[in-house]
């Protein structure tokens, strides 16, 4: 019984691991499109004074 009690625990870790690298991802994901977004408008902004300033 303890064998199968540590490997349904092994098994349980693995889950909130694997949701834990996923919810890392999301966050990555998130982060970088934020980035870019910000980007771009500063970009825009730059290149809009510079036409028209």
Request: charged share 20%; glycine share 6%; net charge negative.
């Amino acid at each position: 019984m303890p064998k199968i009690s540590r490997s349904i625990e092994a098994s349980q870790t693995d889950s909130e691991a694997a949701k834990t690298a996923y919810d890392l991802v999301c966050v990555s994901v998130a982060g970088e499109t934020t980035r870019a977004f910000t980007d771009i408008c500063t970009w825009q902004t730059t290149a809009s004074g510079w036409a028209f300033g």
